[in-house]
């Protein structure tokens, strides 16, 4: 019997006519007309230089994150080129060397494992206690404001759009919320090898700073063993996953959850908030209807996580030779789920590259994704971003741009869709 040609081989048959680059900054910065092409031409769309295919369709997209047992969560590193793996490796032997080496917890784990880790993390976002929350989420907003509105203006994303989610997250977690400069720090080195391409030194600095955090982590973890609190890290230092007599998560499963929950909490809502009020400046008619009827916040969330969904994409590893869309996407292949891409679907959402507060909500966007990994933190994203938008609208009677963006508006990312800045003027009301 002839031999099975390797996944490059089969990868690289794949025909597809568009000829761009999703790894292209350009791109990732605006990539829209490129997903309407794609979506014309090649829904699933052909990367063999790193070893993925690209998932653009609404239905796709779905029937890609609904069906765990043919496309898997675990096992999914990307290949990319030599030089990328072998930093990836080496990254990986100075965390165990020197702190804890990733193991695969929670977003990259299939059912069952990932029902007993989802089981515990989840408990500190259900929508009863995301409620209990919300009078406390309501007044970060307002101190944060009450320390800008005099000045007119400010740079939004680190003045709020930054802080805000930082500071529940380490609320929730039982950290220190005057140092979320430093985690967000960590946060950012933490997804840095999947963001972009790095240079050596920039890898050395991540790994540094993960180790930094990882160490912090660890004293906490310690300190909630003797001493447990009212916090998620009591409560997962404290787990059994399983049986009730099972081992409690060792040190490196706590570290991935602490990875996923400083990373899940952060970069993707300050993005959201950023989109939020970048569409805010540019449809000043949008701005002056919701200020006037602010029950329309919820309207105007839901639509902009559809409209620039801050999770650009993420991966699942196909477990079978499985076709999808007409296209047989070989075994072992990574499936890039574009989340982003699935949103402007327009088969799916009339006029789907416009913004509209009205659009009927008949399909849900997948900004959280669904099925099994369907984001565990959205009640409380949902919930920051009513608080913060309602905030926003009521102290203010007019908010601008303070200046053109004279650069690319996003930073480069194959994954996330995290703006650089977000200058503002705005008025007291
Ligand atoms: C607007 C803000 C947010 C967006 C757009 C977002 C998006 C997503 C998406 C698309 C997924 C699905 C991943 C997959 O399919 O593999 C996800 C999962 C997850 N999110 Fe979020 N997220 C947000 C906020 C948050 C917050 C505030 C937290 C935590 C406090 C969080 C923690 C997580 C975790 C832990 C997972 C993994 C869940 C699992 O695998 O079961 N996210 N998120």
Known sequence: MAARP??????????????????????????????????????????????????????????????????????????GSRAKAD?????????????????????????????????????????????????????????????????????????????LPGTIIAEELGLDRAEILRFNRWASAMLAMAMRPLTEEQMLEAVETELEAQHHLAAEFERRRDDPQDDLISTLVHAHVGEEDAEPLTVAELQNLMHQLVTGGFETTTSALN????????????????????????????EVLRFESPVAGLVRRATQDVEVNGVVIPEGAMVMARYQAANRDAEVFDHA?????????DHQHLAFGVGPHFCVGAALARQ???????????????????????????????????M??????????
């Open 275 to 302: 989109h939020g009020m970048w569409l805010i400046t540019r449809r000043p008619d949008v701005q002056e209807r919701v200020r006037k009827d602010l029950s329309l916040v919820p309207s105007f969330v839901e």
């Open 87 to 163: 930093m990836a490796q080496r990254y990986q032997q100075i965390l165990r060397e020197r702190g804890w080496g990733h193991v695969e917890t929670l977003q990259r784990t299939d059912p069952p494992d990932h029902t007993a880790y989802r089981r515990l993390v989840a408990k500190a976002f259900l929508p009863k206690r995301i409620r209990e929350m919300t009078p406390h989420i309501d007044d970060v907003c307002t101190g944060l404001i009450d320390a800008l509105i005099d000045a007119g203006e400010c740079e939004f994303h680190m003045d709020f759009a930054m802080p």
């Open 353 to 361: 590259d416009e913004f509209d507060l009205d659009r009927s909500r």
């Open 384 to 418: 920051e971003l009513v608080s913060a938008f309602t905030a926003w609208l009521e102290r203010t009677s007019n908010i601008e741009l303070a200046q053109p963006f004279d650069g690319p508006v996003h930073e480069s990312s194959f994954m996330l869709y995290p």
């Open 6 to 79: 390797a996944l490059d081989e089969r990868l690289a048959t794949l025909a597809c006519p568009v000829d761009h680059t999703m790894l292209d900054p350009a791109v990732q910065d605006s990539p829209w007309d490129f997903y309407d092409e794609l979506h014309e031409k090649c829904p699933v769309f052909p990367m063999p230089e790193i070893g993925a295919v690209m998932v653009t369709k609404y239905e796709d997209v779905r029937y890609v994150l609904t069906h765990p047992e043919l496309f898997s969560s675990s096992g999914r590193s990307g290949k």
């Open 420 to 429: 650089v800045e977000l200058p503002l003027r705005f008025t007291a009301a």
